[in-house]
């Protein structure tokens, strides 16, 4: 089993500020824990690092209900889809893209099967990792507007960009020849 410990001891000398970050992530004064938990695990996924996910995974189901990471999971899966998506028709010069209808199932988002809030939230931080600025100034407007603080906003952010250097070191270690990886 990969626990966040044993992710943190996967960092390497270099990734000292990276190890740090993933011990400050899950401590939040602006989400709840299963607000933490959830973006966590959606982040993870969105890695599509199985180190990353494992080690996530193993604590959100100590952290939470079945609903809530089936909805966590819901958010990484539909971005995965709306992100390329819609980065696509915004990065387009072609504005005409953006004027027809996407014709892309999406009811997850409607009826996430957990409050909106925490789904908006999940969904914004992987589409932070994903890189679609359009989905993340739709979702920022969402939690914003569903009451949450731009200081909860920028937990969400911080656990995604910290979930992100985690498997973005990892994948590079893994990559590199034996005699060039670091010695952790």
């Known amino acids: 089993m990969m626990s966040v410990d044993n992710l943190k001891a996967r960092m390497p000398a270099y990734a000292k500020d990276i190890k740090l970050n993933l011990s400050n992530i899950f ?3 602006a989400l709840t824990e299963a607000q933490v938990w959830g ?5 993870a996924l969105a890695t599509r690092n199985a180190e990353v996910i494992e080690a996530i995974a193993e604590g959100a189901a100590e952290k ?3 609903e809530q990471q089936n909805a ?4 990484a899966a539909i971005m995965a889809m709306n992100n390329i998506y819609y980065r696509s028709i915004h990065l387009l010069s072609n504005k005409e893209y953006g004027k027809l209808p996407a014709r892309l199932r999406m009811n997850i988002i409607g009826n996430p099967g957990v409050e909106k809030l925490d789904f908006e939230l999940w969904s914004l931080a992987v589409s932070a990792i ?3 600025g359009m ?7 969402e939690v914003i507007g569903k009451g949450a603080s731009k200081e909860g ?4 952010l911080r656990i995604a960009s910290v979930l992100h250097a985690a498997a973005a070191v990892i994948d590079g270690e893994k990559a590199l020849p034996e005699s060039q990886r670091a010695a952790v």
């Open 27 to 29: 401590q939040s004064t």
């Open 39 to 43: 973006t966590a695990l959606a982040s």
């Open 64 to 66: 939470l209900t079945a």
């Open 72 to 75: 966590a999971k819901a958010a």
């Open 130 to 132: 994903n890189g679609c």
């Open 135 to 141: 989905c993340l100034d739709s979702h920022e407007r």
């Open 153 to 156: 906003v920028q937990d969400a």
